[in-house]
């Protein structure tokens, strides 16, 4: 059984990777863009907030400006794509590999620690709740503002237009959209939400270290799979919504398994859990759908 502290921060993480889990859906569902740019703009995220905040800057203005550092980098890969046509996937490898470098040069280390700095989290504990409740009530806030904006966003003209360049470009393009800049700015956006995913990451954990991205598009990835075997994504909402829970139930998932003492795992096997994970998250649809059909067609 879970601890209750473990399980609040299976939720902490969670919450906090249904953001990334937000901005793989802009990318590899509705640009069908695939984007590994992810693995470092979830760093660099982290390393711009936690840098401001050691320099004096408001913990809010350090984790726009984190945002703000994720969307360049997004902006980079999609403009290696669009004006120099180079492939999508080896422009997000080429970006990836280039911020590895960037963000040692922003931390000046390979890691920088938060714990006696004030941070979004710091007013929070004034409240009267458990330490390790705070951080699941604001990510709440910040994950439901993002998915209502999202929304509002997917619903917009721009919005329209971006998912009419993922769902047929040539038929956008012939409509007078530009699809090159939707390109742009739908992974642009897709990874400023990684990097305020980050930026939350390192606040919460107390510090931002250069590796912390790594196997972040898997666990992105595992979340937006998973979220969709639970909740259909037929409408905006509900693919925002099963984005968010697949983050939580991965999340709890890897935390049941880890705990579990009948079944022997350990940190080192948490890699094999996320492919088990990923892998029935993929299967277990088409098994439902395959039993469904055969029985309507047994009852016919």
């Known amino acids: 059984m879970l601890s209750e502290i473990a399980f609040y921060g ?3 993480t969670g919450l906090i990777y249904g953001l990334v889990a937000f901005g793989i859906y802009i990318s590899f569902r509705v640009l069908d863009f695939p984007d590994l740019t992810v693995d470092g703009s979830f760093p660099l995220g982290a390393a711009v907030a936690a840098v401001l905040i050691i320099g004096g800057w408001n913990p809010w203005l350090a984790t726009g400006m ?6 360049a980098a997004g902006a980079v890969t999609a403009l290696l794509n669009v004006k120099l046509k180079i492939l999508n996937l080896l422009a997000s490898i080429l970006t990836m590999i ?3 470098s960037v963000n040692l040069r922003i931390m000046g280390r390979p890691n920088v620690a938060l714990l006696t700095e004030e941070t979004v989290l710091t007013p929070w504990y004034d ?3 458990a330490y390790h409740q705070v951080p699941v009530l604001l990510f709440i806030i910040v994950v439901v503002v993002a998915l209502i904006l999202l929304w509002r966003f997917m619903k917009s003209e721009t919005g329209l237009a971006m998912r009419a360049t993922g769902a047929n470009p040539r038929m956008a393009r012939a409509q007078g959209i530009a699809t090159g ?3 742009v700015l739908g992974v642009a956006l897709s990874n400023g ?8 990451f390192a606040q919460s954990q107390g510090a931002a270290d250069v590796t912390m991205g790594v196997g972040v598009i898997v666990i992105g990835l595992a979340s937006l799979i998973g979220g969709e075997a639970v909740i259909t994504p037929s409408t905006v909402v509900r693919a925002l919504l099963a984005c968010v829970f697949g983050a939580i139930i991965y999340r709890l998932a890897i935390a049941f398994a880890l705990n579990a003492d009948v079944l022997g795992l350990q940190a080192q096997d948490l890699n094999l859990i996320t492919a088990v994970l990923v892998t029935l998250a993929i299967v277990l649809p088409g098994v439902r759908s395959s039993v469904i059909g ?7």
């Not at 984190?66 to 969307?71: D, I, N, R, S, T």
């Not at 055969?294 to 016919?300: D, E, G, L, P, V």
């Open 294 to 300: 055969k029985f309507t067609r047994n009852k016919a």
């Open 10 to 12: 299976a939720i902490e």
């Open 127 to 129: 409240l009267n709740l």
């Open 98 to 100: 280039a911020l590895y």
């Open 193 to 200: 939400l990684v990097g305020l995913a980050g930026a939350l």
């Open 66 to 71: 984190a945002v703000l550092a994720g969307m």
């Open 181 to 183: 800049g939707m390109i």
